[in-house]
């Protein structure tokens, strides 16, 4: 059995689809064992409490920088033994010593097909309202691994998602949400727990 790590900062709507993956037994043997918060006040938090799964809170302005925060989540998430670290809506970008300590064994859930709308400053329905001005027919979610290249790292699943007339930002999340990332996160999350992903040359390989 692995032990998943899940890292939220808002509504929490993607761990609460790993939740329910996980009630109908489909993560391949995977545990939510611990959902650690970048904000104290994260819905998020309440979804962890509901299904009795264990919670901490770890916030950006406790630490003086960066690095002492990206070092506070390396020990948090060894005291876990996370085999897995899920990004679900978490947004503070951590730094190297983070990927080095789980190399390949933290994934990341964004609403956008990358490498478009993705890296800095792309978070939440930022990512859609810039895809809505561009005027892009089809968007969509990636699931990958995180590297110290913010929204870099190996690509895992993806899935296209229709853009409509007339959709707002709040359409489009909502639309890329249910469509795609509730969907291909968890799915990302069995096949890690079945081990059927691999990375070769930089580039993930999904056997099924
Ligand atoms: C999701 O759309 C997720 O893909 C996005 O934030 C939202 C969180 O919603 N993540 C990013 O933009 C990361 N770059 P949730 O808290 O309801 O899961």
């Excluded at 290249?149 to 999340?173: M, Y």
């Amino acid at each position: 059995m692995k032990n998943i790590v899940v890292l939220v900062s808002g509504g929490g709507t993607n761990l609460q689809a790993l939740i329910d993956a996980e009630r109908r037994g489909e993560l391949g043997g995977g545990k939510i064992t611990c959902v650690i918060s970048s904000k104290a006040d994260a819905y998020a938090l309440r979804r962890a409490k509901n299904a009795f799964i264990r919670t901490r809170v770890l916030e950006r302005k406790d630490y003086p920088d960066i690095a002492a925060y990206s070092k506070a989540m390396a020990d948090a998430l060894k005291e876990a033994e996370a085999d897995l670290v899920v990004y679900a809506g978490f947004m503070t970008i951590l730094d190297g010593q983070v990927c080095d300590a789980f190399p390949y064994k933290m994934m990341n859930v964004h609403p956008a097909l990358i490498p478009s709308f993705c890296g800095k400053g792309y978070y939440g329905l930022r990512v859609h309202e810039e895809a809505l001005k561009k005027g892009v027919k089809v968007t969509g979610a990636t699931v990958h691994f995180v590297t110290e290249d913010c929204d870099g790292g190996p690509i895992i699943l993806q899935k296209a998602v229709a853009v409509k007339n007339g959709d707002t930002p709040e359409i489009l999340q909502k639309r890329v949400m249910e469509e795609a990332e509730w969907k291909i996160l968890p799915e990302a999350v069995r096949l890690f727990c079945e081990d059927k992903i691999k990375v070769v040359d930089g580039i993930a390989v999904v056997e099924e």
